[in-house]
């Protein structure tokens, strides 16, 4: 079971700050690097990136600093049994690597550290645990990525604007409209949108506008030409056709075969 024993989000320190553990801690450090630095650990000196995470075992000696800036990252002590350390590799060790999506991660610490300090305690042991577990997950599958991420200042933004499209895929998008909102051109925000989700703006609405129309299918007995409204097309022929070129059917077919 993971045990927290403190931590923080955001925290800031100036240029002059040295952070310096000869000895190391007697419990793990667990580090979300926003900006650049330079870490020593056992005497072996790395730089490392912005976007970065660092984990270091018990009693390591380290130190950490940013000689050009702020430092700002995210950490946690914590103690956990070996046995919880298995999903882990060796490599994930005492040696910083990219991470895709550092909002994400803070997100997760903050709620931990929540539950930490303000759930019930017969509850604050599972929601830790489990949270934490989940963390290590998301950081694992960075770790196994062949692609090191790019830093990318509108990645979190972009996410909320694909999560707003699947929760309403039948409203009218304009990708002018979200790039005056990054206050980007259009077509770097339909490049950054390709670039992060592996598929145009455009293509995305489509998509989720066909499996939006496969639940009300399956899931109503609204008429077809009703859903082809309901899911934002402006008239029926302009529905059949998307629907049949994503699904290789008709509506009503669909309908015929899969409600059964």
């Not at 690097?33 to 970065?52: L, Y």
């Not at 062949?146 to 929760?167: F, H």
């Not at 259009?186 to 950054?192: A, E, I, K, V």
């Not at 390709?194 to 145009?200: A, D, H, Y």
């Amino acid at each position: 079971m993971f045990t927290v024993i403190r931590g923080g989000c955001f925290s800031r320190h100036s240029s002059d700050f040295v952070m310096q553990r000869p000895n190391g801690l007697p419990y793990y450090v667990l580090l979300i690097i926003k900006s650049c630095s330079e870490i020593t650990i056992n005497g072996r000196q790395q730089t490392c990136r912005p976007d970065s995470f660092l984990l270091i075992r018990p009693n390591t000696p380290y130190s950490y600093k940013n000689p050009n800036g702020e430092y700002i990252d995210d950490w946690l002590h914590f103690h956990c049994q070996p046995e919880d350390m298995e999903i882990l590799e060796e490599g994930m060790f005492h040696q910083s690597f990219p991470i895709c999506n550092t909002r994400l991660l803070t997100t997760y610490i903050q709620q931990i550290l929540w539950e930490n300090n303000f759930s019930e305690q017969d509850e604050k042991e599972y929601y830790v645990d489990s949270l934490f577990r989940i963390l290590l997950r998301h950081v694992c599958s960075d770790f196994h990525s062949d692609a090191v991420p790019d830093y990318n200042p509108y990645q979190y933004k972009l996410q909320k604007i694909r999560l707003e499209l699947s929760a309403a895929p039948y409203k009218k998008y304009s990708a002018g409209e979200f790039a005056e909102q990054l206050k980007i051109s259009t077509s770097y925000f339909q490049s950054l949108y390709k670039t992060l989700f592996g598929i145009p703006f455009q293509a995305d609405i489509i998509n989720m506008r066909v499996d939006y129309a496969k639940e009300l299918i399956l899931c109503t007995d609204i008429p077809l030409e009703q859903i082809a409204y309901s899911c934002g097309y402006t008239n029926e022929v302009h529905f059949y056709r998307q629907f049949l070129s994503k699904t290789g059917m008709t509506p009503g077919d669909y309908r015929k075969i899969y409600s059964s």
